[in-house]
């Protein structure tokens, strides 16, 4: 069968919410500390974070941050990272079981967030706190008249508010790992509650309820009705979390999770259509996949970490090539599911199972899934268009077509480019491609493979990276186990 990718510029899927290649630092191993924080850097600047890192996420262009955790959030006391540095408590954290010292807290964190060109969207703890303590943080960070919590923040020295406006509700309260694990209906009771205190408090923010921390959860499904049925008038957007891995060293079988994030999203997305029907919604509620990548590697080697200690090095994954391929599948599947999914977070961005890792006052280096990251920041932007690509398929674990090329295209129509993702899962042959799309001429083919899939990139070594491909007559070579991005101008 010949390989065809067919382009449609009239067929599209939706514009792509910029919000979609988002990421997320936690207060959780050296995400904060030795990575985005270290006053004793070299590089660091007047306010102790890392120029070089920094200098890497802008490289990224990151347009959301999700902050400050994930499982830590469900334990956090925000007011503990505002004000007098010298003053801020040290505090066991029970999430991660470490030593949280505070020094970075909301305030530190908001002026990062600009100094890199991100969004802030903070998560608040439904888990030992509620309601209260929920919209005192959004009166902190946005308020503007003369009232408690806004003239807290103008006596830490920030007159101007800082404007977040997406807000998460809790974080993965259906697990029993979250610090006050909640059931459905005792969550969606206290994330109406709050969210209502929250949009009276500022009515310009938009909230993330929790929705399933995956999709093999014993809850799912019901949990999201639940929450829903309570919710769904207060709320602007769902969550979704998932985490892939290889643990069997099927590297076939691991290169076709990417149609489980897909399935997952389209389950979610009828619940969701399912209980606007059943409550007379007119609105449609979007998705927010605000935690997914590959998560495995470390697991083994967190189990040695010592309790209590102060950033320790927790869930340094070391991303090989297969792993970029992975992270290239899944970022297409949210492009094409980009009419639900509206915002996304590759969890997470520096340290922490992260595109970025860093040496504590040494080097910084992109890991092998920065690259398809990159990619989508830089050319994903558009207008997800519904192609269809014809190929051979294979059987992994539960699929039984699986495509040897996984394919996304999106339409720039201010640059006049359509560009082409594409991964090819085929571990021995190169696949040629041939995009039909009327009057294109290429721009440019970027390929990112290695010999082995188990390539990793290191400080003093990279192995992975982008290099140009072959491209000609509209077919595009695209070798074994590779990730291809393919740009044409129109
Ligand atoms: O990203 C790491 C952890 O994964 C987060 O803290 C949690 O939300 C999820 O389980």
Not at 121 to 139: F, Q, S
Not at 403 to 411: D, G, H, L, S
Request: net charge negative.
């Amino acid at each position: 069968m010949e390989n065809v990718l067919h382009i449609d510029l009239n067929k599209a899927i939706s514009e792509i919410d910029d919000r979609l290649y988002g990421s997320f630092v936690e207060h959780l191993g050296r995400a904060v500390y030795g990575g985005v924080y270290e006053p004793t850097h070299p590089t660091a600047d007047e306010d102790g974070f890392r120029g070089d890192t920094a200098a890497l996420v802008r490289e990224l262009g990151v347009p959301v941050i999700r902050y400050p955790g994930g499982n830590f959030v469900s334990g956090y006391r925000w007011e503990d990272g505002t004000g007098d540095k010298a003053k801020r408590p040290r505090r066991m954290e029970l999430a991660w079981q470490t030593i949280e010292t505070n020094e970075v807290g909301v305030d530190e964190f908001q002026k990062w967030t600009r100094k890199v060109g991100a969004e802030l969207m903070m998560a608040v703890n439904l888990g030992t706190r509620g309601p209260e303590e929920a919209r005192d943080l959004v009166e902190y960070c946005n308020g503007t008249l003369d009232t408690h919590f806004a003239e807290m923040r103008r006596n830490n020295g920030f007159e101007e508010p800082f404007g977040v406006k997406l807000w998460c509700l809790g974080n993965e309260m259906d697990g029993e790992w979250q610090i006050c694990h909640k059931d459905a209906r005792e969550y969606a009771r206290a994330a109406r509650e709050a969210a209502k205190m929250m949009k009276w408090t500022d009515d310009s923010i938009e909230l993330v309820a929790c929705g399933s921390s995956h999709a093999n959860m014993p809850t799912f499904g019901t949990w999201e009705e639940t929450v829903l049925r309570e919710c769904y008038d207060v709320v602007d957007y769902l969550s979704l979390h998932s985490y892939y891995g290889n643990p069997d060293n099927d590297t076939a079988k691991f290169l076709a999770c990417s149609l489980d994030m897909d399935a997952f999203i389209k389950q979610v997305a009828a619940i969701c259509d399912r209980i606007q029907a059943e409550l007379g919604q007119e609105r449609k509620m979007m998705l927010s996949f605000d935690e997914w990548n590959v998560w495995f590697h470390s697991n083994e080697q967190d189990k040695e970490i010592p309790k209590w200690s102060i950033a320790p090095p927790q869930l340094e994954d070391v991303y090989n090539l297969e792993d970029a391929l992975v992270v290239g599948c899944l970022l297409m599947t949210l492009m094409k599911n980009a009419d639900r999914v509206k915002i996304g977070c590759l969890a997470q961005l520096v340290n922490v199972i992260a595109p970025i890792m860093t040496e504590n006052g040494g080097r910084v280096w992109r890991q092998t899934i920065y690259y398809p990251y990159l990619h989508a920041l830089q050319y994903g932007h558009g207008v997800a268009l519904d192609v269809k690509c014809d190929c051979e398929t294979y059987a992994a674990g539960e699929h039984a077509r699986v495509p040897y090329i996984e394919t996304a295209a999106v339409y720039n129509a201010e640059r006049g480019e359509v560009v082409v993702f594409a991964v090819n899962r085929d571990l021995e042959n190169a696949l040629p491609l041939r995009v039909e799309l009327e009057n294109a001429s290429l721009i440019e083919h970027i390929v990112v493979t290695s010999e082995h899939v188990t390539d990793i990139n290191t400080a003093d070594e990279e192995k992975v990276f982008p290099t140009p491909g072959k491209t000609e007559n509209g077919v595009s070579v695209l070798p074994p186990k590779s990730w291809n991005v393919i740009r044409y101008k129109i």
